[in-house]
């Protein structure tokens, strides 16, 4: 009787399972590699992405930051010798950490002063929204000259003051009056908000930054494209618009210039802006950094 040869137990079944684990685990490897490759990457390209700001005038601002980590004094005697790439186009320079600003051509400064620029705080607010007041760093350029700008204060401005004064915050909408003591309603009629009284009577709220409208304990923010939503005199006679809200302009607060102490513009003295208005062209280059 012929004996049949034993069937072969397999790949599988003499110790491949741990050759398949051993393959898996290095997919695995690889896997995990490509990703922290892809995360590198990306975060070299956010790196460029960054750089790539200044790169309309790299050198300025590469020479003045390197330079200025070891003059140990002010920036006057760096920005003389910035390299002169842009030629005879001026071009406006702005430092954060000296809270000073340079009009230049070439190595010629054709105005220099002093400056308010973001405090760096944050503000949060129950519900998650969250601002930090911080001057943007990079290449920005000046997009238009505004005449007697406004300010229309943003959510955070009355979220700010109801801290500041224990009030609760409550938004105005048109059409839906709020009432207050005395059969009076505070309501929106036309461009302005109102106290219309029971005989009829409308008087427009005369708001200003730190005055804003206040029904017992309610702060009331007014709607947007109403006149109570635009402050006048803040912002100074004149702005530098920048784009994205943010410029150079005046301030009614002289006594913040040289600080950390705005909510991301740059503040120049009013008599500053009025010569920065008048010798700055639309289109000039502005390097914050």
Same mark, same amino acid.
């Given at each position: 009787?012929?004996?049949?040869?034993? !069937?072969?137990?397999?790949?599988?079944?003499?110790?491949?399972?741990?050759?398949?684990?051993?393959?898996?685990?290095?997919?695995?490897?690889?896997?995990?590699?490509?990703?922290?490759?892809?995360?590198?990457?990306?975060?070299?390209?956010?790196?460029?992405?960054?750089?790539?700001?200044?790169?309309?005038?790299?050198? &300025?601002?590469?020479?003045?930051?390197?330079?200025?980590?070891?003059?140990?004094?002010?920036?006057?005697?760096?920005?003389?010798?910035?390299? %002169?790439?842009?030629?005879?186009?001026?071009? &406006?320079?702005?430092?954060?950490?000296? =809270?000073?600003?340079?009009?230049?051509?070439?190595?010629?400064?054709?105005?220099?002063?002093? #400056?308010?620029?973001?405090?760096?705080?944050? +503000?949060?607010?129950?519900?998650?929204?969250?601002?930090?007041?911080?001057?943007?760093?990079?290449? +920005?350029?000046?997009?238009?000259?505004?005449?007697?700008?406004?300010? #229309?204060?943003?959510?955070?401005?009355?979220?700010?003051?109801?801290?500041?004064?224990?009030?609760?915050?409550?938004?105005?909408?048109?059409?839906?009056?709020?009432?207050?003591?005395?059969?009076?309603?505070?309501?929106?009629?036309? =461009?302005?908000?109102?106290?219309? @009284?029971?005989?009829?009577?409308?008087?427009?709220?005369? #708001?200003?930054?730190?005055?804003?409208?206040?029904?017992?304990?309610? +702060?009331?923010? !007014?709607?947007? =494209?109403?006149?109570?939503?635009?402050?006048?005199?803040? +912002?100074?006679?004149?702005?530098?618009?920048?784009? %994205?809200?943010?410029?150079?302009?005046?301030?009614?607060?002289?006594?913040?210039?040289?600080?950390?102490?705005?909510?991301?513009?740059?503040?120049?003295?009013?008599?500053?802006?009025?010569?920065?208005?008048?010798?700055? !062209? #639309?289109?000039? !280059?502005?390097?914050? @950094?």
């Amino acid at each position: 009787m012929t004996i049949p040869p034993a !069937p072969s137990r397999g790949f599988s079944a003499s110790g491949g399972t741990v050759a398949v684990l051993g393959v898996v685990a290095t997919i695995a490897a690889l896997a995990l590699a490509a990703v922290e490759y892809r995360a590198a990457q990306a975060a070299r390209r956010e790196r460029d992405l960054t750089q790539a700001v200044f790169n309309d005038n790299a050198d &300025i601002l590469a020479t003045v930051r390197d330079q200025a980590a070891t003059a140990g004094d002010s920036l006057d005697r760096v920005l003389a010798a910035s390299p %002169d790439s842009l030629g005879d186009q001026p071009y &406006i320079v702005i430092s954060i950490a000296e =809270n000073r600003l340079w009009y230049k051509r070439g190595s010629t400064v054709l105005f220099r002063t002093r #400056v308010a620029t973001g405090t760096g705080k944050y +503000l949060e607010r129950a519900g998650g929204s969250r601002w930090k007041f911080e001057t943007p760093r990079g290449r +920005l350029m000046v997009i238009r000259k505004d005449v007697d700008p406004a300010w #229309v204060p943003p959510d955070w401005h009355y979220v700010e003051m109801a801290r500041k004064s224990g009030k609760r915050l409550r938004h105005l909408e048109r059409g839906k009056p709020i009432a207050i003591a005395g059969g009076a309603v505070i309501t929106v009629s036309g =461009n302005d908000v109102v106290t219309r @009284y029971p005989d009829g009577r409308e008087v427009p709220f005369e #708001v200003m930054e730190g005055k804003e409208i206040v029904a017992g304990h309610d +702060l009331i923010v !007014p709607p947007l =494209n109403t006149n109570q939503r635009r402050y006048m005199g803040v +912002l100074g006679v004149n702005r530098l618009y920048l784009g %994205d809200g943010y410029g150079i302009h005046g301030t009614d607060v002289p006594t913040s210039i040289g600080r950390g102490a705005s909510h991301g513009c740059v503040r120049v003295r009013n008599e500053d802006i009025e010569t920065l208005f008048r010798i700055v !062209p #639309v289109g000039t !280059p502005v390097y914050i @950094y």
